[in-house]
Nanobody, 110 residues
Framework: VQLQASGGGLVQAGGSLRLSCVAS????????MDWYRQAPGKQRELVAT???????NYADSVKGRFTLSRDNAKSTVYLQMDSLRPEDTAIYYC?????WGQGTQVTVSS
């Protein structure tokens, strides 16, 4: 499985970004997909998960601000990030079954 993430950038606090992750493979609809993030000097942490049945789960730190969705026809997951905070600054990685995307940088300025 290959994962291609995109959508990061620089945004002011309170702003929004949408990350995308396109996956290869014909069984995308069966994949559990995750987004992780890693801030400088910190461990990688799980941000959000979506199951094949579109059930989502979020880290407490992003609950109510981030929304994870999937479009199986496009083999893509989307992480909509609203009300961004400086502490959301990190490299964001999509992941499934031990496979990682290349990461996309999100920087939130205060």
């Amino acid at each position: 499985v290959q994962l291609q993430a995109s959508g990061g950038g620089l945004v002011q606090a309170g702003g929004s970004l949408r990350l995308s992750c396109v996956a290869s493979g014909q069984l995308f609809r069966t994949y559990v997909m995750d987004w992780y993030r890693q801030a400088p000097g910190k461990q990688r942490e799980l941000v959000a998960t979506i199951t094949s049945g579109k059930i989502t789960n979020y880290a407490d730190s992003v609950k109510g601000r981030f929304t994870l969705s999937r479009d199986n026809a496009k083999s893509t997951v989307y992480l909509q990030m609203d009300s961004l905070r400086p502490e959301d600054t990190a490299i964001y990685y999509c992941h499934t079954m031990g496979h990682w995307g290349q990461g996309t940088q999100v920087t939130v300025s205060s």
